[in-house]
């Protein structure tokens, strides 16, 4: 099953795991739950699974399972699956699933019921610590670029332009910083883990000011998560128990144009916000391989007796972790570290906007 949010790579898992099962094991029957844990609740019959059917799969984005958020009783998921026969359970997803997965792992533990859950972590902002990266990663920094490069095309081709490009990253930076590297167009990176201030002298804004009047056009890259301290938020939650975050880039957009107007100065400013086309695309070649790899190795540990564990790269290496370990912390941006300092080397942009 996928849960969660789409992710460039999602395919590419679902065809790893039945071609490695089927072909390579024998398995027989290979069933496919359809809209994440919603699937094995709601009695909508699973989808059988076949190397022909998956063939061409990895060519398309999303997933042909669907997905949803929020999580379902597990006990009930639990006897649905003693019910179909299901001896290993495969689930694709963030952490919130991944909490999901460990709770059906106890549930079946306590009932007795013979049951491996393998996961295969899914996010796109990269902050899955314990393992090198996680999968579609690197396409959507790739993606990210073309959009930051978009933007730094319509901004320098206007008098007093700003490219404004909100990037994914709710708690982690990782794809903002990589996708401002990757085309050194950016001139500010606002990221989750460096807070920033709008106003004042030395302030976010009076700094774009400055930027744009001596260059005569700047480009700005912000991730989903950035400045949440500055906007008042209603603390609600979404199906994922995940807090709403509040739109910095709205509010960047109102602020930039409200500053440059008070001031008196041209401003022309272009608002991107490219997130669902960056995770609804296919796997580039690189994260074909390496979801290909997580298959393969997701297989190999179920088959092997492994259970309420996740499969990932940790320094070139398969590896199994609990998935305690997994959700138990986030990896995130180090501020004082080196590829932070690459952003600001990268950018010329402050330390910190004060």
């Not at 398995?27 to 739950?33: D, K, P, R, Y």
């Not at 949440?228 to 979404?238: A, T, V, W």
């Not at 370990?325 to 590829?339: E, F, H, K, T, W």
Request: aromatic letters at 6%.
């Amino acid at each position: 099953m996928t849960c969660g949010g789409l992710c460039p790579g999602l395919n590419n898992v679902i065809r790893g795991l039945v071609l490695e099962l089927a072909e390579n094991y024998g398995v027989a029957e290979i069933l496919g739950f359809r809209n994440g844990y919603q699937g094995l609740v709601n009695g909508c019959e699973p989808v059988p699974l076949t190397p022909a059917l998956v063939a061409g799969i990895h060519n398309r984005g999303g997933t042909i399972l669907g997905t949803s958020r929020g999580g379902q009783d597990e006990a009930e998921i639990v006897a649905t699956l003693a019910r179909l026969g299901v001896s290993v359970l495969f689930v694709i997803g963030g952490d919130g699933t991944l909490r999901g997965a460990q709770a059906i792992a106890d549930a079946a533990a306590a009932r007795g019921v013979a049951l491996a859950v393998v996961g295969v972590p899914k996010t796109i902002d990269n902050d899955i610590p314990y393992i090198d990266h996680s999968f579609g990663f690197q396409t959507a920094f790739a993606r990210a670029a073309d959009s930051i490069r978009a933007a730094h095309t319509e901004a320098a081709s206007i008098p007093h332009g700003v490219g404004l490009v909100k990037l994914m990253g709710r708690h982690s930076g990782f794809i903002t910083c990589y996708a401002a590297l990757a085309n050194h167009d950016t001139d500010f990176v606002l990221i989750p883990e460096v807070p920033f201030t709008l106003d004042g002298p030395d302030g976010f804004l009076a700094c774009l000011r400055r930027r744009v009047e001596r260059r005569g056009h700047a480009v700005v890259v912000v991730a989903e998560g950035a400045g949440q301290e500055l906007i008042d938020r209603d603390g609600g939650r979404d199906d994922s128990g995940n807090l709403r975050l509040a739109d910095i880039g709205g509010l960047l957009r109102d602020r930039i144009t409200a500053d440059f107007a008070g001031a008196g100065t041209r401003l022309a400013l272009r608002y991107v916000d490219p997130g669902y086309a960056i995770r609804s695309v296919p796997a580039n070649a690189y994260d074909a391989v390496y979801c290909l790899r997580l298959a393969q190795a997701a297989v190999h540990a179920a088959l092997a007796g492994r259970t309420a564990m996740v499969v990932g790269r940790w320094h070139g290496r398969f590896v199994h972790l609990p998935i305690s370990l997994a959700i138990g912390s986030r990896n995130q941006v180090d501020p004082d570290g080196d590829l932070w300092m690459s952003v600001l080397e990268a950018t010329g942009q402050p330390s910190r906007f004060r």
